[in-house]
Protein backbone atom coordinates (compact mmCIF):
# COMPACT_ATOMS: atom_id res chain seq x y z
CA UNK A 1 0.00 0.00 0.00
CA UNK A 2 1.10 3.24 -0.67
CA UNK A 3 1.23 6.59 1.64
CA UNK A 4 -0.28 9.45 -0.81
CA UNK A 5 -0.62 13.11 0.64
CA UNK A 6 -3.30 15.61 0.19
CA UNK A 7 -2.89 19.53 -1.68
CA UNK A 8 -2.32 22.57 -0.36
CA UNK A 9 -5.41 24.51 0.50
CA UNK A 10 -7.16 26.62 -2.03
CA UNK A 11 -8.10 29.08 -0.18
CA UNK A 12 -8.38 33.11 1.03
CA UNK A 13 -8.33 35.05 3.91
CA UNK A 14 -11.49 35.72 3.70
CA UNK A 15 -13.14 32.62 2.84
CA UNK A 16 -16.76 32.10 4.18
CA UNK A 17 -17.28 28.36 3.33
CA UNK A 18 -14.97 25.75 3.66
CA UNK A 19 -15.88 22.44 1.70
CA UNK A 20 -13.45 19.03 2.32
CA UNK A 21 -13.28 16.58 0.92
CA UNK A 22 -10.96 13.10 2.42
CA UNK A 23 -8.20 12.54 0.46
CA UNK A 24 -7.30 12.83 -3.63
CA UNK A 25 -8.02 10.54 -6.04
CA UNK A 26 -5.46 8.57 -8.37
CA UNK A 27 -6.17 11.27 -11.49
CA UNK A 28 -6.38 13.75 -8.55
CA UNK A 29 -2.62 13.29 -7.45
CA UNK A 30 -1.63 13.05 -11.13
CA UNK A 31 -2.89 15.62 -12.22
CA UNK A 32 -1.54 17.78 -8.59
CA UNK A 33 -5.45 19.32 -8.90
CA UNK A 34 -8.63 18.45 -6.79
CA UNK A 35 -11.59 17.16 -8.90
CA UNK A 36 -9.33 16.15 -11.50
CA UNK A 37 -11.03 12.03 -12.60
CA UNK A 38 -13.28 13.37 -15.49
CA UNK A 39 -16.39 11.65 -14.18
CA UNK A 40 -16.40 13.39 -10.88
CA UNK A 41 -19.22 16.33 -10.61
CA UNK A 42 -17.27 18.65 -8.35
CA UNK A 43 -16.35 21.22 -10.98
CA UNK A 44 -19.48 21.15 -13.06
CA UNK A 45 -21.65 21.54 -9.98
CA UNK A 46 -19.39 24.68 -8.77
CA UNK A 47 -19.49 25.37 -12.86
CA UNK A 48 -23.36 26.10 -12.45
CA UNK A 49 -22.78 27.54 -9.00
CA UNK A 50 -20.13 30.14 -9.14
CA UNK A 51 -19.08 29.70 -13.03
CA UNK A 52 -15.81 27.62 -12.13
CA UNK A 53 -16.98 25.45 -14.98
CA UNK A 54 -14.51 22.59 -16.19
CA UNK A 55 -13.50 24.30 -19.28
CA UNK A 56 -11.61 26.56 -17.62
CA UNK A 57 -8.30 25.93 -17.19
CA UNK A 58 -7.49 24.65 -13.08
CA UNK A 59 -6.05 27.79 -11.99
CA UNK A 60 -9.20 30.15 -13.17
CA UNK A 61 -11.57 27.49 -11.60
CA UNK A 62 -9.58 27.96 -7.99
CA UNK A 63 -9.86 32.07 -8.60
CA UNK A 64 -13.69 31.82 -9.15
CA UNK A 65 -14.19 29.42 -6.05
CA UNK A 66 -11.92 31.85 -4.00
CA UNK A 67 -13.91 35.16 -5.60
CA UNK A 68 -16.73 33.30 -4.07
CA UNK A 69 -15.63 32.81 -0.79
CA UNK A 70 -15.02 29.23 -1.39
CA UNK A 71 -11.78 27.49 0.54
CA UNK A 72 -11.24 24.01 -0.83
CA UNK A 73 -9.11 21.30 0.63
CA UNK A 74 -9.18 17.91 2.12
CA UNK A 75 -9.48 15.99 5.72
CA UNK A 76 -6.16 13.86 5.76
CA UNK A 77 -2.98 15.58 4.89
CA UNK A 78 -1.75 11.71 4.26
CA UNK A 79 -3.01 8.21 4.60
CA UNK A 80 -2.45 4.85 2.96
CA UNK A 81 -4.45 4.00 0.49
CA UNK A 82 -3.98 1.32 -2.50
CA UNK A 83 -6.70 2.92 -4.56
CA UNK A 84 -9.34 5.90 -5.31
CA UNK A 85 -12.03 4.73 -3.08
CA UNK A 86 -12.32 5.91 0.44
CA UNK A 87 -13.04 2.83 1.81
CA UNK A 88 -9.93 1.22 1.15
CA UNK A 89 -8.08 4.04 3.23
CA UNK A 90 -5.74 2.43 6.23
CA UNK A 91 -7.49 3.61 8.98
CA UNK A 92 -4.65 3.79 11.14
CA UNK A 93 -2.81 5.46 8.97
CA UNK A 94 -5.12 8.59 8.94
CA UNK A 95 -2.55 11.99 9.73
CA UNK A 96 -4.90 14.97 9.17
CA UNK A 97 -4.07 18.22 8.12
CA UNK A 98 -3.68 20.97 10.51
CA UNK A 99 -6.80 22.56 11.15
CA UNK A 100 -6.22 24.74 13.75
CA UNK A 101 -3.77 26.75 12.07
CA UNK A 102 -5.94 26.78 9.21
CA UNK A 103 -9.24 28.45 11.06
CA UNK A 104 -6.61 30.67 12.62
CA UNK A 105 -5.15 31.80 8.63
CA UNK A 106 -8.91 31.52 8.05
CA UNK A 107 -10.97 33.31 10.67
CA UNK A 108 -14.31 34.26 8.52
CA UNK A 109 -14.77 30.52 7.95
CA UNK A 110 -18.81 29.79 9.24
CA UNK A 111 -19.91 26.84 7.09
CA UNK A 112 -18.19 23.57 6.30
CA UNK A 113 -19.45 21.38 3.95
CA UNK A 114 -18.06 17.63 3.59
CA UNK A 115 -17.94 16.11 0.44
CA UNK A 116 -19.35 12.71 1.34
CA UNK A 117 -19.73 10.48 4.45
CA UNK A 118 -15.79 9.51 4.48
CA UNK A 119 -14.44 13.64 5.03
CA UNK A 120 -17.15 13.97 7.79
CA UNK A 121 -16.38 11.12 9.65
CA UNK A 122 -12.64 11.56 9.26
CA UNK A 123 -13.17 15.56 10.56
CA UNK A 124 -15.73 14.69 13.33
CA UNK A 125 -12.69 11.95 14.68
CA UNK A 126 -9.51 13.06 13.57
CA UNK A 127 -9.94 17.04 13.90
CA UNK A 128 -13.48 18.31 15.73
CA UNK A 129 -11.89 17.18 19.26
CA UNK A 130 -8.64 18.85 19.24
CA UNK A 131 -10.44 22.10 17.76
CA UNK A 132 -12.71 23.10 21.06
CA UNK A 133 -15.30 24.99 20.38
CA UNK A 134 -15.47 26.69 17.08
CA UNK A 135 -18.99 28.61 15.88
CA UNK A 136 -19.09 26.16 12.66
CA UNK A 137 -22.19 25.29 11.03
CA UNK A 138 -21.30 21.66 9.49
CA UNK A 139 -23.17 19.92 7.10
CA UNK A 140 -22.29 16.61 4.73
CA UNK A 141 -23.43 16.72 0.93
CA UNK A 142 -23.27 14.20 -1.32
CA UNK A 143 -20.06 12.52 -2.86
CA UNK A 144 -19.23 14.27 -6.41
CA UNK A 145 -17.46 10.75 -6.96
CA UNK A 146 -18.45 8.92 -9.68
CA UNK A 147 -18.40 6.03 -7.30
CA UNK A 148 -21.53 7.28 -6.16
CA UNK A 149 -24.11 6.08 -8.35
CA UNK A 150 -26.74 5.96 -6.71
CA UNK A 151 -27.72 10.00 -6.86
CA UNK A 152 -27.98 11.71 -10.81
CA UNK A 153 -26.04 14.62 -11.65
CA UNK A 154 -29.10 16.77 -10.98
CA UNK A 155 -29.91 15.44 -7.15
CA UNK A 156 -26.30 16.07 -6.69
CA UNK A 157 -26.46 19.77 -7.75
CA UNK A 158 -30.12 20.43 -5.92
CA UNK A 159 -28.22 19.15 -2.62
CA UNK A 160 -25.22 20.96 -3.48
CA UNK A 161 -27.04 24.64 -3.67
CA UNK A 162 -27.39 25.14 -0.45
CA UNK A 163 -23.53 26.28 -0.10
CA UNK A 164 -25.28 29.45 -1.65
CA UNK A 165 -27.46 30.15 1.06
CA UNK A 166 -27.03 33.92 2.31
CA UNK A 167 -23.92 34.09 -0.45
CA UNK A 168 -23.77 36.73 -2.96
CA UNK A 169 -22.12 34.46 -6.12
Same mark, same amino acid.
Given at each position: ??????????????? %???? /?? +?????? @???? #???? $??? &?????????????????????????????????????????? %???? /?? +?????? @???? #???? $??? &??????????????????????????????????????????????????????????????????
Amino acid at each position: MSRVQSFPPIADAGA %RILI /LG +SMPGRE @SLRA #NQYY $AHP &RNAFWPIMGNLTGAIPALPYEQRALKLRAAGIALWDVLASCT %RPGS /LD +SDINQD @SIHP #NDFA $AFF &RKHPHIERVYFNGAMAEQSFRKHVLPQLGHLPLRLQRLPSTSPANASLRFEQKLEAWKTILEGERI
